[in-house]
């Protein structure tokens, strides 16, 4: 059975970092297209950040480019997430998501077809 599995998260003062990881089981992540989404209160799921399984070509939105990186280790079968210089804004709960058999990166949480149970970010002094 796929699953997926997110630690890392945490309380970090603004300015900060944290590195999300997501394990999986049950399947290979290296084949799949694996993306980084938050969801604050009251607001829709939204992407952080994705990377494809092709060519490993990757995607950011806006508000975390040059500040948030992505990666895999497949030896590991997890796919991480590197945060730094956090702000409040960051504060959400990060989930990660498997588009399997993806052919082209997809920003939008509905194409995804596995997801972890999420990990709780909080920026806050």
């Known amino acids: 059975q796929a699953q997926l599995a997110e630690s890392g998260g945490g309380l970090v003062q603004p300015g900060g970092s944290l590195r999300l990881s997501c394990a999986g089981s049950?399947?290979?992540?290296?084949?799949?297209?694996i993306g980084w989404f938050r969801q604050a209160p009251g607001k829709e799921r939204e992407v952080v950040a994705c990377i494809s399984s092709s060519d490993s070509s990757t995607y950011y939105a806006d508000s975390v480019k040059g500040r948030f990186t992505i990666s895999r280790d497949n030896a590991k079968n997890t796919v991480y997430l590197q945060m730094n210089r956090l702000n409040p804004e960051a504060t959400a709960v990060y989930y990660c998501g498997a588009d399997i058999e993806a052919l082209v990166l997809s920003m939008i949480s509905a194409a995804y077809n596995y997801w972890g149970q999420g990990t709780q970010v909080t920026v806050s002094s």
């Open positions: 049950g399947f290979t992540l290296e084949y799949n297209t």
